[in-house]
C-alpha cells in the first residue's frame, strides 16, 4: 500500500496505510505503474539508519527528534541525483511488530527525514515492519529477506541498471545478494557498520554461523557476501569510490 504526504493529512494521520511513501505526483506515478522515464545507469538501494542517519541503538528512531542525518550524506545524495541516479530507502522498523513505534510515528519520522534532505533526493521508500500480512495490508518481509529491496527493484522497472545495495549490517547485504543487486557495499558509519566490519573481516564462517545477527543466513551466502562486499567509511565514502569508478572508465 502506498501513502502521500501532501494534502488535509498529515504523515502521522496516514501511519497505517503504507510501505511506499511518495513525496509528489511522479513519485506516486512510479510505485502505481513502474518507473516510465529512461533507465537510470545506476539504481542505489540504500539502507537507513547507519547509512542516512545516527543509529540511536536499540530499538532504532522511534521518535521524530530522533532523525538527524550523518554528516555530509545530503552531499552524497546530490551527487548521485545529480548523476541522474535513482535512488531508493530500503529499510527494516520492526520497532512496530515489537509494539515500541507506531505506523503513524513511522511516517513522521520519514516526513522529517525527508524534509531534512529534500524531496527529490530519494524517489522512493519501502518498509518492513516485521508484521504479518493480512486482507488490509502486505507487508515485506524483513531483511535478510530479498522482499523489501526486491519491490524496490521491480517497481523501478528499469533495463541494463547497476543496482547498489548499500547498508551497515551483514543482513543488507545478503538482501541485496538475495534480490539479485549488481553490487554489495558496507558502510561503517554505526556500531553496527563496525561489528559486520568485524566479521567480514575474519572470514571465520564458522563463527559467523553462529552470530544471532545472521541467523537464517547460509554458509553459501556469507562466502558470497565476503566476496562480493566492499567497505567504506560512509555514505560519502561510497560515493567518492564510485566517482572515481566512473572517472576511471
Known amino acids: 500500500s502506498i501513502a502521500v504526504t501532501w494534502g488535509a493529512n498529515s504523515a502521522p494521520a496516514l501511519g497505517n496505510t503504507s510501505d511506499i511513501m511518495c513525496s509528489s505526483v511522479a513519485q506516486l506515478e512510479e ?21 542516512i542517519n545516527f543509529d540511536v541503538g ?29 535512488v531508493s530507502l530500503v529499510t527494516n522498523q520492526t520497532a512496530i511488530v515489537k509494539g515500541l513505534s ?3 510515528n ?32 502486505l507487508n515485506f ?22 543496482t547498489v545495495m548499500v547498508g551497515d549490517k551483514t543482513s543488507d547485504l545478503v538482501s541485496g545478494l538475495r534480490a539479485g543487486a549488481s553490487e554489495l557495499h558496507l ?19 564458522d563463527a559467523m554461523l553462529g552470530d544471532s545477527s545472521l541467523k537464517g543466513i547460509s554458509k ?3 562466502v558470497e557476501v565476503i566476496k562480493r562486499t566492499k567497505i567504506h567509511d560512509d555514505l560519502f565514502a561510497l560515493m567518492e569510490h564510485l566517482e572515481k569508478e566512473i572517472a576511471s572508465q
Open 187 to 205: 558502510v561503517t558509519s554505526s556500531h553496527h557498520g563496525n561489528h559486520s566490519l568485524e566479521i567480514l573481516q575474519s572470514q571465520d564462517i
Open 102 to 104: 507506531s505506523r503513524s
Open 31 to 51: 510505485a502505481l505503474t513502474g518507473f516510465k522515464g529512461s533507465s537510470p545507469a545506476v539504481h542505489m538501494l540504500l539502507d537507513r539508519d547507519g547509512v
Open 141 to 162: 518481509d524483513v531483511k535478510p529477506s530479498a522482499d523489501v529491496v526486491a519491490q524496490a527493484i521491480i517497481t523501478a522497472s528499469s533495463q541494463n541498471t547497476k
Open 106 to 137: 513511522l511516517m513522521a519520522i520519514h516526513e522529517k527525514m525527508m524534509t531534512l534532505l529534500g524531496e527529490d533526493l530519494i524517489d522512493d521508500c519501502f518498509v518492513s515492519t516485521g508484521e504479518p500480512n493480512d486482507d488490509k495490508l
Open 58 to 86: 536499540y530499538p532504532g528512531a522511534v521518535e521524530v527528534k530522533q532523525m538527524e542525518l550523518l554528516p555530509n550524506v545530503l552531499e552524497a545524495l546530490q551527487r548521485m541525483k545529480k548523476l541522474g541516479w535513482r
Open 220 to 222: 553459501a551466502e556469507l
